[in-house]
C-alpha cells in the first residue's frame, strides 16, 4: 500500500454527522481557512503544509492487492461497524472488482452480510 498525505487539491469530505446538525456552511469555511494557511505554509516555507490539513481532506491511497485480500478488506471494511468513509470506499472498491469478475467475487460483502450473501447464492443447492 502506498499512501500519499492529504492534498486539498484533490477535495474534502463532509461527514453526513457535519450535515445533519446544520454545519455544512461553517464546515467548509473552516476547510477553506484551513487551505488557505496551507498554501501560504507551502509557498513560504516548504513542503510542511500538510501539517495543518484536517482528517476531511483526502489522500491517494494505492492498494496492490490480489481477491483473497480484496475479500478480508471487504469483510472488515464493509461491515456496519467500520467507519463510514472507509466503509464506502470498501463498498466502491468491491462493486468494481464485480464488474471485471463477477463470479469470483460474488460473496464479497461486510461480516454482517455474509450468511445472506451466502444463502442468497447458494439456497438452491
Same mark, same amino acid.
Given at each position: 500500500?502506498?499512501?500519499? %498525505?492529504?492534498?486539498?487539491?484533490? %477535495? $474534502?469530505?463532509?461527514?453526513?454527522?457535519?450535515k445533519e446538525v446544520g454545519e455544512e456552511?461553517? $464546515?467548509?469555511?473552516?476547510?477553506?481557512?484551513?487551505?488557505?494557511?496551507?498554501?501560504? @505554509?507551502?509557498?513560504?516555507? %516548504?513542503? @510542511?503544509?500538510?501539517?495543518?490539513?484536517?482528517?476531511?481532506?483526502?489522500?491517494?491511497?494505492?492498494?496492490? @492487492?490480489?481477491?483473497?485480500?480484496?475479500?478480508?478488506?471487504?469483510?472488515?471494511?464493509?461491515?456496519?461497524?467500520?467507519?463510514?468513509?472507509?466503509?464506502?470506499?470498501?463498498?466502491?472498491?468491491?462493486?468494481?472488482?464485480?464488474?471485471?469478475?463477477?463470479?469470483?467475487?460474488?460473496?464479497?460483502?461486510?461480516?454482517?452480510?455474509?450468511?445472506?450473501?451466502?444463502?442468497?447464492?447458494?439456497?438452491?443447492?
Amino acid at each position: 500500500m502506498t499512501c500519499q %498525505g492529504y492534498d486539498p487539491d484533490i %477535495g $474534502f469530505t463532509i461527514p453526513d454527522s457535519v450535515k445533519e446538525v446544520g454545519e455544512e456552511k461553517r $464546515f467548509i469555511e473552516i476547510i477553506k481557512k484551513t487551505e488557505k494557511v496551507y498554501h501560504k @505554509i507551502e509557498k513560504n516555507v %516548504g513542503n @510542511i503544509g500538510s501539517y495543518i490539513l484536517t482528517n476531511a481532506h483526502c489522500k491517494r491511497v494505492l492498494l496492490n @492487492i490480489n481477491l483473497r485480500e480484496l475479500y478480508h478488506i471487504s469483510r472488515l471494511r464493509e461491515d456496519p461497524t467500520a467507519q463510514w468513509d472507509i466503509r464506502n470506499k470498501a463498498q466502491k472498491m468491491s462493486k468494481l472488482a464485480k464488474k471485471v469478475m463477477p463470479i469470483t467475487t460474488q460473496l464479497l460483502g461486510g461480516k454482517d452480510d455474509y450468511r445472506e450473501i451466502y444463502f442468497k447464492l447458494f439456497s438452491e443447492y
